[in-house]
């Protein structure tokens, strides 16, 4: 498995400014832009509420824990973890954008 990047390396990678705070990991969902906000698991029943914004995605301190979860909730194969940094008036998700064409959530905003 690889190092997980640092919250500096991420920075600088995607050019963001040193001031923004690193507030984890989310599980985001391409196809349909949204994030995993709520999930419970047990022998008998997975039980996943989405929803559009990142600011409610439930985070996770550490990209092996995220990984952990995707596995445990069998969503390897349509979602993906990615890192989200505030950076005051918004909050940046580095995520794969929407397979399907633009995105149908309102609160998408690409940057370039």
């Given at each position: 498995?690889?190092?997980?990047?640092?919250?500096?390396?991420?920075?600088?990678?995607?050019?963001?400014?040193?001031?923004?705070?690193?507030?984890?990991?989310?599980?985001?969902?391409?196809?349909?832009?949204?994030?995993?906000v709520?999930?419970?698991?047990?022998?008998?029943?997975?039980?996943?509420?989405?929803?559009?914004s990142?600011?409610?995605?439930?985070?996770?301190k550490?990209?092996?824990k995220?990984?952990?979860v995707?596995?445990?909730?069998?969503?390897?194969?349509?979602?993906?973890?990615?890192?989200?940094?505030?950076l005051?008036?918004?909050?940046?998700?580095?995520?794969?954008?929407?397979?399907?064409?633009?995105?149908?959530n309102?609160l998408?905003?690409v940057?370039?």
């Amino acid at each position: 498995m690889a190092k997980e990047p640092s919250q500096f390396e991420m920075k600088k990678q995607f050019n963001l400014p040193e001031d923004a705070v690193f507030l984890g990991w989310v599980i985001h969902h391409p196809e349909n832009d949204e994030y995993v906000v709520t999930y419970t698991s047990n022998e008998y029943m997975t039980n996943i509420g989405w929803g559009l914004s990142p600011e409610k995605a439930k985070k996770f301190k550490t990209l092996k824990k995220t990984n952990s979860v995707i596995s445990d909730l069998e969503i390897g194969d349509k979602s993906e973890a990615a890192p989200a940094f505030d950076l005051g008036k918004t909050i940046v998700v580095l995520a794969e954008r929407p397979k399907n064409g633009p995105s149908a959530n309102p609160l998408r905003t690409v940057f370039n």
